[in-house]
């Protein structure tokens, strides 16, 4: 199966609009408690022109079966920061933390891998992982690691960070969400 599926960054713009229908089936707001227990959920809403112009800057990395958009993972550098309003509060707690002893805020070389989704009947096979093989490749030579957050409830997606490698870095509560949130890196 996986023989058949593509990893590639974005590069159109009917993609990106792909990646937008895949992320309103899976948003929290449309699934049951028991899908989002047994398959994951996505809390973030993007903007379609926002959405466009963050591809084009640095662009997603994408799983493809033919035509069709199956997986994303979006790329967020520090500076597209302002442009989704949402992610602002993420940013200014990323700017108290460090890596390595490096304060992230101080530290150019990484970003925030703002959301990945795989399409239901393409999950367990791969694409997961398959996805974050090309970004290290795609953005290994400007960029050393990806910093990004997941749901503690969301346990699906925890452990396949977990399993790719991700590493802890800090853990707090979002009142607004009821989450708890897991800030976890990916060095490159
Ligand atoms: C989360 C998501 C991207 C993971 O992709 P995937 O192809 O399903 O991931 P995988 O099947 O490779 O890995 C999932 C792991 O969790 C395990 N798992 C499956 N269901 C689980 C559950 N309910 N609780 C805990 N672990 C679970 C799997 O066994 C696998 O671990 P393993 O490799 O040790 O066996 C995908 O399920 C998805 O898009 N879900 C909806 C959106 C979402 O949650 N996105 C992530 C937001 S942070």
């Known amino acids: 199966m996986n023989d058949q599926i593509q990893f590639v960054p974005v590069s159109t713009r009917a993609e990106v609009a792909q990646i937008l229908d895949l992320q309103a089936q899976n948003l929290a707001s449309v699934l049951s408690a028991e899908t989002m227990a ?29 035509d069709r958009v199956v997986g994303y993972a979006l790329v ?15 940013f200014d707690m990323l700017d ?34 398959g996805m974050y093989l090309k970004m290290k490749e795609v953005y290994r030579p400007e960029y050393d690691f990806t910093v990004t957050e997941v749901a503690e409830r969301n346990t699906r997606s925890m452990r396949a960070h977990e399993r790719v490698g991700f590493q802890g870095l800090h853990t707090y509560p979002d009142k607004t969400t009821g989450n708890v949130w897991r800030v976890v890196v990916l060095e490159f």
Not at 38 to 66: C, W, Y
Not at 83 to 90: A, F, G, H, I, K
């Open 38 to 66: 047994s398959q994951g959920f996505l809390t973030v809403r993007h903007d379609p022109g926002v959405l466009q112009r963050m591809n084009e800057k640095t662009p997603a990395i994408i799983a493809k079966a033919g």
């Open 76 to 90: 967020m550098p520090r500076d597209f920061a302002a442009e989704v309003p949402v992610l602002l509060p993420m």
């Open 96 to 129: 108290q933390l460090s890596w390595k002893g490096v304060a992230l805020r101080n530290n150019p070389r990484w970003f925030v891998m703002g959301q990945i989704c795989v399409a239901e009947g393409y999950r367990g096979l791969g694409i997961f992982d």
